[in-house]
């Protein structure tokens, strides 16, 4: 059997029947819904000739990717109801038809054509024949939500008045024509080493197709299979090293069977039910893989609120959202990756202070230090808000300084006169920097050296969040270097070069 959906590409765009629309590709018209064939939209016109059949005509760009997502969900519809679905291209696909547990072939084809009309595939087709291309030749002249079945041993004598354009070979076809062959039946009728020797290989395939034989047994795909691990707890519990005590099987199992089809497990979510309802729900990533280890620490830091359980645990699932496979993560030959006891200790430590309380640190982007700061929970993956290569005007050159400091501490640079330093609206400096303080209550000291200024006007776009500022790097005469920025008139050491 195979399943025909007309104009899938209008469907992945989820157009309504009703209005005029049609999927353009390189300029031409792909596929349009009824609405627009109604008014004279055809495939293969030109933007403007359908347009101009059609002004309210609403145009979609061809995305091949959208329409393979879109077609896996009819996919997965069509296995709940038959198992061994054979893609072809999205909007056409294969089973073998299931006529003796529906009672018969007509049947099974309205059982699947209604499944998936609640689905929202209003206009499906199917056809029933002995070989896969006489199938879907039947399908193409079924009528809307109904099949049409060739009885077995008559795909011949159907295919038989079809025209040549039906093998979808524009090279074939053509010579086809110009040798007087305009159907199946005449090409069929050819001497199959006459068509080798004119057509090669090719071409006796598609005569073996023409006379109704099955030179192209169907390739179903395989149902993949399900990972997600559930414990369920009965009676409940609420305390967390005991839920962390009994998921420590599940979650064995779990890594287990991705690695028995060569994956591991790089982020999972994590859902709590309490009173037969979901409570809780987070989204763990690894920056290598979980091991059962990790995923108990997961379930433990996402079931601890102050050490207490809110309410009693009936059910924890372990759900695999990013799976890779396991020899992109192996180690090399020589070792690889943090050490195991580090992670372990490091682990201890988070059970211990908590989850939050132990990072990891990386750099993002960013113009100031404080901002390229990336911090993440030890065991997850960094996640940066700021792409690093960028380009980042007013950052500073290298080397970064050393210290960052929590909150800039005020500071003070004044000229050889005691005269404030400053910087103007335009970036440049108001005088000489002779003396600097690094901080209240410090001692003065003099300028060895200094270099700036680098002005930045930050988010000037928000009337709350904007700034402007100027950075300078300051060295004084004992060898201490700091980096200060000016904003407002007012003087703050940011960091320092250690």
């Known amino acids: 059997m195979v399943l025909w959906a007309p104009d899938w590409p209008i469907v992945a765009v989820e157009s309504s029947a009703s209005t005029p629309a049609a999927v353009l590709h390189k300029g031409h018209v792909l596929a349009c819904s009824q609405a627009a064939r109604a008014e004279g939209v055809r495939r293969g016109m030109r933007r403007r000739d359908a347009q101009s059949r059609c002004p309210g005509l609403a145009l979609h760009d061809y995305n091949p990717d959208a329409d393979a997502r879109a077609f896996e969900t009819v996919l997965t519809a069509i296995e709940e109801l038959s198992p061994g679905v054979a893609p072809l291209r999205p909007g056409l696909c294969a089973i073998n038809v299931p006529a003796r547990f529906y009672g018969g072939e007509a049947e099974a084809a309205a059982v699947i054509a209604e499944r998936l009309v609640r689905l929202g595939v209003w206009d499906v087709r199917a056809g029933i024949a002995d070989g896969l291309f006489a199938a879907e030749q039947a399908a193409r002249r079924a009528l809307a939500q109904d099949s049409l079945v060739v009885p077995p041993g008559g795909s011949a004598q159907f295919l038989r008045d079809l025209p040549v354009d039906a093998l979808d070979d524009e090279s074939i076809v053509g010579l086809l024509r110009r040798m007087g062959l305009l159907t199946l039946g005449d090409f069929a009728a050819l001497a199959p080493a006459d068509v080798h020797t004119r057509f090669g290989t090719h071409g006796e395939l598609l005569h073996r197709m023409a006379r ?7 390739s179903r795909r395989q149902v993949p299979p399900e990972f997600e691990a559930t414990l369920m707890l009965e009676p409940p519990l609420d305390l967390a090293e005991q839920i962390a ?17 060569g994956l591991v497990c790089t982020t999972v979510l994590i859902e709590v039910d ?3 309802s979901l409570a809780t729900s987070r989204r763990w990533m690894h920056p290598r893989w979980f091991g059962p280890t990790d995923l108990v620490d997961r379930v433990r830091w996402q079931l601890s609120v ?3 359980i809110r309410a009693p645990v009936d059910a924890v699932r372990l759900i695999p959202e990013v799976t890779e496979p396991l020899g992109d993560h192996a180690d090399s030959l020589f070792g690889g990756g943090p050490d195991e006891r580090v992670e372990r200790g490091v682990a201890r430590v988070q059970s211990i202070v908590g989850h939050e309380a132990v990072v990891s640190v990386s750099v993002q982007g960013g113009r100031g230090p404080a901002e390229r700061q990336l911090l993440a929970p030890w065991g997850e993956r960094p996640v940066a808000a700021r792409a690093v290569g960028l380009p980042w005007p007013g950052s500073l050159p290298p080397p970064a300084p050393a210290t960052v400091y929590l909150e800039p501490q005020q500071a003070m640079v004044v000229g050889a006169e005691g005269q404030a330093i400053g910087v103007t609206g ?13 901080a209240a209550g410090q001692d003065w000291q003099p300028v ?13 776009w928000d009337e709350v969040a904007a700034r402007r500022i100027a950075r300078f790097q300051v060295v004084g005469v004992d060898g201490s270097a700091y980096l200060m920025i000016v904003e407002g008139g007012s003087w703050w050491t940011e960091a320092r070069y250690d």
């Open 306 to 308: 102050d050490g207490v």
């Open 212 to 218: 109704g034989l099955n030179p192209q047994p169907i």
């Open 245 to 261: 005590f009994s998921v420590r099987t599940t979650a064995e199992k779990f890594v287990t069977d991705l690695a028995g089809h």
């Open 448 to 460: 060895a050296s200094w270099a700036g200024p680098w002005p930045v006007d930050d988010q000037w």
């Open 426 to 438: 335009r970036g440049m400096v108001t005088g000489e920097p002779a003396r600097f303080r690094a």
């Open 274 to 276: 309490t009173d037969g």
